[in-house]
Nanobody, 120 residues
């Protein structure tokens, strides 16, 4: 079982920056991808950014050029540097991890979420 704990959310003015972090702990076999999703009020949860164990990244079009995801594989942590924040970025950000166990079974894990609020 993997636990994900996020940190770094908060209230920021438009144009500001934050750094979100997520640390995985527990019984970890092989996390092959970690990332961030977000859910704004009244909207579905959406992918923000994801990074694989090989270092490949994928970003939502709405955040390209403003957000940067990075990962410390040895520590099973993932960071999201969010710059040039806009009011429409206001959402709960959730950390995500995908793990494959030694038997080839894949599992998804989610953090509790951290609130990011951007004021205009």
């Amino acid at each position: 079982q993997v636990q994900l704990v996020e940190s770094g959310g908060g209230l920021v003015q438009a144009g500001g920056s934050l750094r979100l972090s997520c640390a995985a702990s527990g019984t970890i076999f092989s996390i092959n991808a970690m990332g961030w999703y977000r859910q704004a009020p009244g909207k579905q949860r959406e992918l923000v950014a994801i990074i694989t164990s090989a270092g490949s990244t994928n970003y939502a079009d709405s955040v390209k050029g403003r957000f940067t995801i990075s990962r410390d594989g040895a520590k099973n942590t993932v960071h999201l540097q969010v710059n040039s924040l806009k009011p429409e970025d206001t959402a709960v950000f959730y950390c995500y991890a995908h793990e494959i166990n030694p038997w080839g079974h894949g599992y998804e894990y989610w953090g509790q979420g951290t609130q990011v609020t951007v004021s205009s």
